[in-house]
């Protein structure tokens, strides 16, 4: 495994790291015993960051997770995040009528604690704004988010699908450690001033969803998705935008079989291209995918590569938004 800096903070974190999300939540029926195993086979590839929210189905995620974290502390850099709540207590996506965003320091107070009980650590390594609340000011959730770094609970902030203007707002309140956003060859919104001014304050990106949840694969059939898969309520997945994807997927895996390496490898390899001072967070409860995952570090691509990489995704313009019209509404905020 190759490693990157995160931010100036002197941590070294694996340039491909887990998201967690869908061992518990979002994508179908669960598999704890694979999912252990999963992050167990994290740890022998060297896969020190791991990712994980309280929304991941209510907290059980988290809980899961503990269960290697805990034995393994020392081995691991453990990001979670907070802010999404459930009016009837009954977990969903960001979209879902039930849910709602809290950013409010006493909110944070309160889901900080329970992040740590459930986790069963004595602190969190990256601790991220899930989204920034529209109802207050982001300074006032990252001074209170700053007091929890004195406390000792949280080592590092970070925010996450925030605009530019929130982002300078928040780090002259608190050094931000990342940013972590949707970012993929499908989802391309932080290029530009977001970039450009995580760059200029030297803050990561963290791109979380790098392989358009599972669309550049080549590997996706919609109709086996189960019925409670996230994916379905997503533009992405229906009609002429699923169509246009498939066809996408397809091209992409020709370009990926010339290059020996697999189609997720390739996406893989795409973003990490981007910068060394990004590390993606591609998501899996298998350890077959995390394997391939993790073989994309060693992908070189040349110049020629990528523009071949770009005129593809061109050529290809109808995928859709990334999200349903209302959770849209909370990102770049």
């Known amino acids: 495994m190759n490693y990157r800096n995160l931010s100036n903070t002197g ?84 979209a879902a009528s039930g849910t709602y965003f809290d950013g409010s320091p006493a909110w944070l107070k309160i889901a900080v604690e329970k992040s740590l009980q459930r986790l069963k650590i004595d602190t969190i390594d990256l601790y991220y704004a899930h989204r920034v609340d529209p109802n207050i000011p982001i300074e006032e959730t990252v001074g209170a988010m700053a007091e929890l770094v004195k406390e000792g609970k949280v080592r590092y902030l970070g925010l996450s699908e925030a605009s530019a203007a929130s982002i300078r707002k928040a780090h002259a309140v608190h050094p931000i450690a990342a940013l972590q956003s949707e970012y993929s060859l499908l989802s391309r919104d932080v290029e530009g001033e977001i970039l450009a001014t995580i760059r200029e304050l030297g803050i990561t990106l963290v791109p979380y969803s790098p392989l358009a949840r599972g669309l550049v694969t080549n590997a996706l059939d919609v109709s086996q998705l189960a019925d409670t898969d996230f994916r379905k309520t997503l533009p992405r997945y ?74 593809l995704v061109a050529s290809y313009p109808n995928t859709g938004e990334r999200y349903s019209e209302e959770a849209m509404k909370l990102v770049n905020h």
């Open 11 to 94: 941590e070294k974190l694996s340039a491909v790291g887990l998201g967690c999300m869908g061992m518990s939540f979002a994508y179908g029926p669960t598999d704890d015993t694979e999912s252990i195993a999963t992050l167990h086979k994290a740890l022998d590839l060297g896969i020190n960051f791991w990712d994980t929210a309280d929304m991941y189905a209510n907290g059980l995620n988290e809980e899961l997770i503990s269960t290697v974290l805990v034995p393994n502390r020392d081995k691991v850099f453990i990001a979670t995040k907070f802010g999404f709540r459930f009016k009837d207590g009954i977990a969903g996506p960001s």
């Open 238 to 311: 229906s009609g002429e935008n699923w169509e246009n994807n498939q066809s996408l997927a397809e091209a992409f895996a020709v370009l990926a079989q010339e290059k020996q390496v697999t189609s997720a490898q390739l996406a893989l390899a795409w973003v990490l291209a981007q910068g060394d001072d990004i590390i993606p967070i591609p998501g899996t409860k298998k350890r077959k995918y995390l394997e391939e995952n993790a073989g994309a570090v060693d992908v070189t691509l040349s110049a020629a590569d990528l523009k071949a990489i770009d005129e």
